[in-house]
């Protein structure tokens, strides 16, 4: 399996966060938070990202239910990914985020960050690194 390198984004309604990870190392970081307005995002923003970057792959956090089933928002992130990968000719992949933001936020009180500072500072871009952490964990090893 060649070397990859991904960007990964925590869709939201309001806030898309964004980060960026590789293969080889199995790491990712958080890169940016993009506004959104009723979740379409600033595409030219993210075109930049994806000109940067050069990803192989793009993953998207797809937020089901507890249960495993579809959410409203679950569409919604399916259909985010279906356009990046349309407007931008590179793969789109999703996978199950349940928990990511939670754990992001989990991970910011471990660090003595308030929930008042979310607003300030969100934590989609932590968030969407765990996803893409989790994904990158999923991938066979390289030799």
Not at 9 to 37: C, W
Not at 121 to 139: F, G, H, I, M, R
Request: a neutral charge.
């Amino acid at each position: 399996m060649p070397h990859q390198r991904a960007l990964a984004f925590d869709y939201g309604t309001r806030q898309i966060g964004v980060a960026v990870g590789q293969t080889l190392t199995g790491s990712a970081e958080p890169l940016v938070n993009l506004r959104a307005r009723d979740g379409i995002p600033d595409w030219e923003q993210i075109g930049k990202l994806i000109q940067e970057w050069k990803p192989d792959v793009l993953i998207v956090g797809l937020p089901l239910n507890m249960d495993g089933s579809d959410s409203e928002m679950s569409a919604r992130a399916s259909k985010f990914a279906r356009r990046l990968e349309g407007r931008f000719q590179v793969p789109a992949q999703c996978i199950d985020e349940r928990l990511s933001t939670f754990e992001a936020k989990q991970q910011l009180r471990d660090q003595r960050r308030t929930p008042g500072s979310y607003r300030d500072n969100p934590v989609d871009s932590l968030a969407a690194a765990l996803l893409l952490e989790t994904w990158l964990a999923s991938q066979p090893k390289e030799m």
